[in-house]
């Protein structure tokens, strides 16, 4: 399994900005969708957003659209999530993931096979 690892999460004020980022150490997910999904207390885990394996494609949530990018480096191995405007709506562990399938863009948490442990991010009102 390819093994994830996020940074970049912290305390913000509402209206603040963070960046995350994803790196696999050791393994290249160059062929693979990767996502963004966060839980908070309480709640299920929910999707964020998605980026094709080349980059070209990007998904996103309704509720992120718009304030939210998520961007790639393969020459990296790394994924990245640039948040903006962040509400306090938005404190949850954001987790990183890899597509089960190569070449396949998805939402749903079964499309993705690979997971890293998360990132806390918290919003002060």
């Known amino acids: 399994q390819v093994q994830l690892v996020e940074s970049g999460g912290g305390l913000v004020q509402a209206g603040g900005s963070l960046r995350l980022s994803c790196a696999s150490p050791?393994?290249?997910?160059?062929?693979?969708?990767m996502g963004w999904f966060r839980q908070a207390p309480g709640k299920e885990r929910e999707f964020v957003a998605s980026i094709i394996w080349s980059g070209i494609r990007t998904y996103y949530a309704d509720s992120v659209k718009g304030r939210f990018t998520i961007s790639r480096d393969n020459a990296k191995n790394t994924v990245y999530l640039q948040m903006n405007s962040l509400k306090p709506e938005d404190m949850a562990v954001y987790y990183c993931?890899?597509?089960?399938?190569?070449?396949?863009?998805?939402?749903?948490?079964?499309?993705?096979?690979?997971w890293g442990l998360g990132t806390q991010v918290t919003v002060s009102s």
């Open positions: 993931a890899a597509g089960r399938v190569p070449y396949i863009l998805g939402s749903s948490i079964s499309e993705f096979g690979s």
């Open positions: 050791g393994r290249t997910f160059s062929s693979y969708a």
